[in-house]
């Protein structure tokens, strides 16, 4: 028989869950908790999850539950292969305690500067170890506040390596913390058989931008950091964020192209993949940490000076940098009908980028990656929407009337 299932229930598909805030909620998406209040998730009883994850797979289906009503990650599935009893990741942000006070971030000044009630995170995975509720290739997703708070960040990641079969160990951080960065990285750089991912949110491109935006002068502290982790081997995936403000706040040239220099550094000293994601801020739909997480987490397009900014970036990474735009952020989504609508857009915006009219700093600033011969003359701005050359590093690209001619350059 044909049973309605969410995709995250259930283990023989995406299988995970979420602790955060004292609570353990449904999925990612939507605020629906399984249980509240919780005083200790490393005493957590994994029956009492299954128990409140199957009340709600069979309240859907008999519809006496309606959280979950027109959700996009619900599917149709066979009952017999419908699994419930394990989870193959775990989204735990154990505590909203942070070292910064971004200006956008949908945790409040109080919850930032609570104290931290968590300091390690190993027997919560223990805990679930121990009761049999994780998949042999688990992957822990860490963030918070932020992680690299915690006491145990290189025990838990031994523990994992050594405890599960190709497990796969997730930081998402701001990664302004030097002590801690390094020592993490003495320890991940020699773990082998574990796949080791960093997340981290840069949303600018100059040192003032982001004192202003991260409200630190940590900027250049950060890329160090970042370019240490590159550098020494000590990840496989370097997933670097940058938030579209809808304040308009980081949209200028010198912030969208210094973040693609950020990651041109980074791709050219590391031999890890690099993942750059491209997200928006929840704006006025950021009213507290829980009722941001429905998945009408804002409903509305991004603006046309996003749209601007976030084609440039996808331009750029996806023909001249070592990186691949990876779609995971929380508002720019295929996980949402709006999200996947900016997603297309972004693209065509950005495979259509090389043929606008470019302004002097557009101009200035893609030199470094492409020669727009035509395009820094203003009159010249005109004629190219009907002809124009482009030398790219080995082809020139000629276009006329829209249609595309690559030629490769010689020598
Ligand atoms: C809350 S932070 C916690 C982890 C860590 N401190 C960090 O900054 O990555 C997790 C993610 O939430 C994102 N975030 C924070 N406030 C947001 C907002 N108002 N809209 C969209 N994403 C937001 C940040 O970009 C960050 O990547
Ligand atoms: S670093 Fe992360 S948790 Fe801290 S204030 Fe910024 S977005 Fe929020």
């Known amino acids: 028989m044909t049973k309605k299932i969410c995709t995250w229930f259930d283990a023989n598909q995406v299988g995970a869950i979420r602790f955060e805030h004292n609570t353990v909620w ?23 999850i299954i128990q409140k994850r199957n009340e709600l797979y069979e309240g859907i289906n008999n519809q006496t539950r309606h959280e979950c009503d027109g959700c996009q990650n619900l599917c149709m599935k066979n009952e ?15 505590f909203t305690t942070c070292n910064l006070r971004c200006k956008y971030c949908y945790l409040s000044k ?23 509720f994780v998949t042999d290739n688990f992957e822990l997703c860490l ?32 990664f302004t913390i030097s002590s801690k960065v390094n020592e993490l990285i003495n320890t991940l750089k020699d773990l082998k058989g574990i796949c080791r991912k960093t997340y981290t949110s840069i949303d600018c ?20 950091n970042l370019y240490n982790a590159a550098s020494s081997g000590a990840f496989d995936i370097i997933e670097l964020k940058y938030l579209l403000l809808e304040d308009g706040s980081n949209l200028s040239d010198e912030d969208i192209f210094g973040f693609l220099d950020i990651v041109k ?32 987490l804002t409903n509305k397009p991004i603006s046309d000076e996003m749209l601007n ?24 989504t295929d996980a949402t009908v709006q999200g996947k609508k900016d997603i297309n857009r972004i693209i065509s915006a950005g495979n259509e980028y090389i043929n606008k009219p470019k302004t002097n700093s557009e101009t200035f600033y893609l030199s470094r990656y492409c020669n727009v011969t035509q395009q820094n003359q ?9 002809f124009s050359i482009v030398n790219e590093e080995r082809h020139k690209v000629i276009t006329i009337l829209g249609l595309k001619i690559k030629f490769r350059r010689q020598g």
């Open 26 to 48: 449904a999925c990612c998406y939507r605020s629906i908790p399984l249980i509240s209040n919780i005083m200790d998730f490393s005493k957590i009883s994994v029956s009492e």
């Open 378 to 386: 203003p009159a010249a701005k005109n004629v190219n929407k009907l």
């Open 265 to 296: 550094f980074i791709s050219k000293n590391s031999k890890a993949t690099i993942w750059v994601t491209i997200d928006a801020d929840y704006g006025e739909n950021r009213i507290d940490a829980d009722e941001n997480k429905k998945d009408s």
């Open 205 to 224: 491109g100059t040192p003032e931008s982001y004192k202003k935006i991260r409200g630190s002068n940590l900027f250049y502290t950060l890329i160090d």
């Open 80 to 94: 017999a292969e419908i699994n419930l009893n394990k989870i193959n990741s775990l989204i735990l942000l154990p």
């Open 143 to 174: 963030g918070g506040g932020e992680p690299l708070l915690l006491d145990d960040l290189p025990e838990t990641a031994q523990y994992m390596q050594k405890n599960f079969v190709n497990p796969t160990f997730k930081i998402m951080s701001n």
């Open 110 to 132: 109080e919850q930032l500067g609570s104290k931290m009630q968590v300091h390690k995170v190993l027997p919560i995975i223990e805990n679930l170890k121990k009761q049999n």
């Open 309 to 332: 900014a976030a084609a440039k970036i996808y331009y750029v990474v996806t023909n001249y940098l070592n990186a691949t735009i990876w779609w995971s952020g929380g508002r720019i």
